[in-house]
């Protein structure tokens, strides 16, 4: 049984991100792709002991292969991947975090959450629901003011990416922002803001952006 202010701490974040549900992005950039673990499994953090036929066995080679071949994909530049399983504690880094450099990430590095932010949500926005204390159909625009016709945008819509909201990203003053000022911190609010002066893209629940 869930402590009350447990679920008034998930209250308390999802309402101060639920607005982050609009929008979010990957920067894609070039990629250099080099590997190498894995951690010795000594250092593996086992919290259960599952039946050993029930799992696959960790192949080291298709582990460093399949993450320098995503990092290939996905023209990111450095990535790290740590994996924890009752077999031991593997850990793949793939390519570099300066362009044109050779720098190994490691898992001191900082990276940007990007699209995580909406699993996050998502997951914070289930668990209220699944407590009572808000319903999937409610609108938008009673936990988040100044959302253009955020009282017809269920927050249902919202998790699955069918608001019809304009996308912050796209917007050419974000891009010229992000040029001149790379390193300044930006709030949700000012995010929010630059897709709320421009109109819904479609009506909501008819169309996947």
Partial sequence: ??????????????VGCAALLVSGWAAPCGAHATARF???AARAAVAFDPAP???RRIDPAALRSA????????LVPGAVVLLRTP???????????ERARTVPPTT?????????????TGAL???LAQDGRLRLSDPVSAYVPGVPGGAHITLAELLKMRSGLYDYTSAPELAASLDARP???????EMLGIAFRRPPDFAPGTAYE
Avoid at 87 to 97: A, E, I, K, N, S
């Fill in 53 to 55: 036929e029930a799992l």
């Fill in 183 to 189: 390193r300044a911190a930006r709030t949700p609010r």
């Fill in 67 to 74: 993450v320098a071949g995503a990092a290939k994909k996905l």
């Fill in 38 to 40: 894995p951690v010795p």
């Fill in 125 to 127: 926005i289930l668990l």
């Fill in 108 to 120: 001191d590095d900082h990276f940007r959450i990007a699209s995580n932010t909406k699993t996050m």
């Fill in 1 to 14: 049984m869930r402590k009350p202010r447990a679920g008034a701490r998930r209250a308390a974040a999802a």
């Fill in 87 to 97: 077999q031991g504690t593997f850990r793949v880094t793939v390519g570099t975090t």
